[in-house]
């Protein structure tokens, strides 16, 4: 069973940056890749990037792209979300997910197993 520990938010104001980490109990074959996603209240959860632990490729919803990356350190079993340039509505609990496989689309939350608890992101105006 793999656990996924996310850590980093916090309250930022706008055109801030936080980095979120999302520690790994292991990587394994069932962690071909991990994403973030976020979700505000009254809202959908949304995928915002992907990254496949073993190539380093990503893939970034476009909502993000050009202001958040993901990357990853196989060392520490650690993927990270870097934010910069924050806006009010960037404003979300944010969750990590691992996957093996993925089911229509990247952020398809069918595709992923494991999941963390979230970390609070506020971006206050």
């Known amino acids: 069973q793999v656990q996924l520990v996310e850590s980093g938010g916090g309250s930022v104001q706008a055109g801030g940056s936080l980095r979120l980490s999302c520690a790994a109990s292991?990587?394994?074959?069932?962690?071909?890749?991990i994403s973030w996603f976020r979700q505000a209240p009254g809202k959908e959860r949304e995928g915002l990037a992907l990254?496949?632990?073993?190539?380093?490729?990503?893939y970034y919803d476009d909502s993000v792209q050009g202001r958040f990356t993901i990357s990853r350190d196989n060392a520490k079993n650690t993927v990270y979300l870097q934010m910069n340039s924050l806006k009010p509505e960037d404003t979300a609990m944010y969750y990590c997910?691992?996957?093996?496989?993925?089911?229509?689309?990247?952020?398809?939350?069918?595709?992923?197993?494991?999941w963390g608890q979230g970390t609070q992101v506020t971006v206050s105006s």
């Open positions: 997910a691992a996957g093996r496989a993925i089911f229509g689309s990247f952020f398809d939350p069918r595709g992923y197993t494991y």
């Open positions: 292991e990587l394994t074959d069932s962690t071909i890749y």
């Open positions: 990254i496949y632990t073993h190539s380093g490729v990503t």
